[in-house]
């Protein structure tokens, strides 16, 4: 059976997926969440000229050195004074609180002196001084969010500053993650002399979870059909079906066999990427499924080309990959037929970004993809490649 190339892959496990549907959320619950429409400001902001400084609202044209102002009352964020400035008044007003009618500035007051219930202005000021025009932020109407914005802590307090309590956004697709084998016990048991501790699974929630899903642990499956049939029975409902390890064909690889018992249709499971060959793709009803390679480098790494772009997808966003140019650090010999994916580090070095690979490349090795800043991409066939060469580099 032929490799199917990597870009192939991607694009048949693509096809089709839409954008999914969309619900209101509370700002509050919003973070991370991806808008599915742009959103409007409902408000002015600030609504109304306020003060920039403590100081003392005035008419600029008075407000000249030496002139002695009577101060006729207080303007306090939150409580306006209600009467106006006239010629030879002023009135004492705080940060953020609105500018009285007839000031058309704010004398800051260490260029004031008091005295009773007057001030002497020590230094002029110009027309406009200290204040926020309403409107200074935006109007009511602005479009300031647009669709497919992730929301972080700036945007949430815009939509909060814009009038909204609640934002319309795509539902985060739910993600369950399986991991298979009997030589697995969870992270924080001690394993037996045989076995290892599961790294895929915590790692791959905590990836979801990074690219704006919702994840499902279904924990550690044993290498027996029932075990994985129960196990899949409990990812019922959700958008996304990723299993890691025993996608493969070996006598102890079940996972293949156990889903299509469970009437899953395979579409492919064998492409021409390394690390991560033996890589699963189908449908289970209407939930995708995902079978990973088991070594932990292989999972991580096919889940960046794979995973995040169906995630991606379900969300709206741009499935295109983060890949850049670069220089390369160090030489690197000829490719065979499988398109590479080589673990990086990168840095700017003058002006330029260089690519150095990890001497060692084996998929078991999670100490060196934590490291990783990229993936240099080496397509099938690529020739000896010199330090100093271009290169695409996959961001991390």
Request: charged share 20%; net charge negative; hydrophobic share 50%.
């Amino acid at each position: 059976m032929s490799l199917l190339p990597v870009d192939e892959a991607v694009a048949r496990l693509l096809a089709g997926v839409e954008p999914l549907e969309v619900e209101h959320v509370p700002l509050a619950e919003s973070s991370g969440c991806v808008l599915a429409g742009d959103i409007a400001a409902r408000l002015t902001q600030p609504p109304f000229p306020a003060s920039a400084m403590d100081g003392y609202a005035v008419r600029a044209e008075h407000a000249i050195i030496g002139a002695r102002l009577e101060v006729i009352g207080i303007s306090r964020a939150g409580e306006r004074f209600s009467g106006s400035v006239a010629a030879g008044t002023c009135v004492r007003i705080f940060t953020g609180a609105p500018v009285p009618d007839g000031a058309d500035a704010v004398l800051i007051q260490e260029d004031a002196e008091r005295d009773g219930d007057t001030i002497i202005v020590k230094a002029a000021v110009k027309a406009g001084a200290f204040v926020r025009p309403a409107g200074l932020d935006f109007r009511a109407g602005e479009a300031l969010l647009q669709e497919s914005t992730v929301l972080d802590a700036r945007a949430i307090a815009l939509a909060a500053a814009m009038g909204h309590g609640t934002l319309p956004v795509r539902r985060k697709p739910r993600i369950a993650v399986l991991a298979n084998g009997d030589e697995l016990v969870p992270p924080g048991a001690t394993p037996g002399p045989d076995q290892i501790v599961s790294s895929n699974g915590v790692g791959l929630t905590a990836f979801v979870r990074e690219c704006g899903g919702e994840p499902i642990d279904l924990g550690i499956a044993a290498d027996r059909n029932e075990a994985i049939a129960d196990a899949v029975d409990q990812a019922t409902g959700s958008d996304i079906l990723v299993v890691v390890g025993g996608a493969s064909v070996g006598e102890h690889d079940l996972v293949q066999g156990a889903l299509t018992e469970k009437g899953m249709a395979l579409d492919f499971w064998r492409i021409a990427m390394r690390p991560g060959k033996p890589l699963m793709v189908g449908r289970l009803g209407d939930m995708h499924v995902l079978g990973l390679p088991g070594n932990p480098v292989s999972a991580l790494v096919c889940s960046h080309v794979f995973l995040k772009p169906l995630i991606n997808a379900m969300l709206g966003l741009s499935t295109d990959a983060a890949i850049v140019s670069a220089k390369l650090g160090a030489a690197m010999a000829k490719n065979d037929n499988r398109q590479d994916f080589v673990r990086a580090r990168l840095k700017m070095i003058d002006g330029e970004r260089v690519a150095t690979p990890f001497g060692i490349q084996d998929s078991s090795m999670l100490a060196t993809l934590a490291a990783a800043d990229a993936l240099i991409i080496r397509p099938v066939g690529a020739p000896p490649a010199a330090a100093g060469d271009d290169v695409s580099v996959l961001l991390l």
